[in-house]
């Protein structure tokens, strides 16, 4: 039983730097290829969550009524102080498009274009508007908030859509709610490998690592409303459940 203990205790990872350390090393910059010219067609047995004509496949993370976010040019804008939205519909294991834009930079640091793309409403991909902006590298744009700088900083200035394609893996709990794997993350940020199958600590939070809670296989996928007017396209989903 020891040995079974110590082999889960094992499969989360620990991390040497401090959360949102400001010593720990930024990743080199990289100019990517020049944004698309329009939205990135999902194939054909994806799951639309967002094509640019409406919010049905959202709902407000408060109180599960409509969303409060607008529509703008074919986009979803965050309405400050509206907060969060999740998906109506849950998912698990997944591969995961989302293009998104910062809007004109006001401010440094984690202020312009702040957002976040929660898997399973735990796990956060920093949206952030990190192009010749410094901050802690566990919190710039590609980063696993709190856990993993990106492996380059590959950034569009502000006013151009940025593209996240994501494939998760959730974690997997035992009947007690131990962890017998935790979460794995591999993200393509403007066509650039960011994080390359990275396991996470747990959930995501500010300034700490909390452990991992047992939870349901599917939850929805929430977006961030940080107070900034973040735009977000052509968002689809694949699921890689097993069957």
């Known amino acids: 039983m020891k040995a079974v203990l110590l082999m889960l205790t094992q499969a989360v990872p620990s991390i040497p730097w401090a959360p949102h350390d400001t010593t720990r090393p930024l990743p080199p910059v990289i100019h990517p290829a020049p944004a698309p010219a329009g939205p990135i067609a ?130 997997r709990f035992d009947a007690q709610g131990r962890v017998l794997t935790p979460a794995l993350v591999t993200i393509m940020y403007n066509g650039v490998l960011v994080q390359d199958h990275v396991a996470l600590t747990g959930p995501t939070a500010h300034m700490r690592r909390p452990p991992y809670e047992a939870h349901p296989d599917r939850q929805p996928l929430k977006l961030q409303d940080h107070g900034q007017k973040v735009r977000f396209r052509s968002i689809w989903i694949r699921d890689l459940e097993a069957p």
């Open 42 to 171: 999902p194939p054909g047995d994806a799951v639309v969550l967002f094509s640019g004509a409406d919010l049905s496949a959202w709902a407000s993370a408060k109180d599960s009524g409509a969303a409060g976010w607008r529509l703008v040019d074919g986009a979803m804008e965050v309405v400050p102080g509206t907060g969060d939205i999740e998906t109506r519909q849950a998912f698990g294991d997944c591969q995961l498009h989302v293009e998104w834009m910062t809007p004109p930079r006001k401010g440094n640091d984690q202020e312009p274009g702040n957002s976040g793309v929660f898997l399973m409403s735990h796990y956060e991909v920093q949206v952030l508007d990190s192009y010749e902006n410094r901050t802690y590298a566990d919190g710039m744009a590609g980063a696993v908030y709190g856990q993993y700088p990106p492996l380059a900083n590959a950034s569009r200035p502000p006013l151009e859509w940025q593209t996240y394609d994501i494939v998760f893996r959730r974690p």
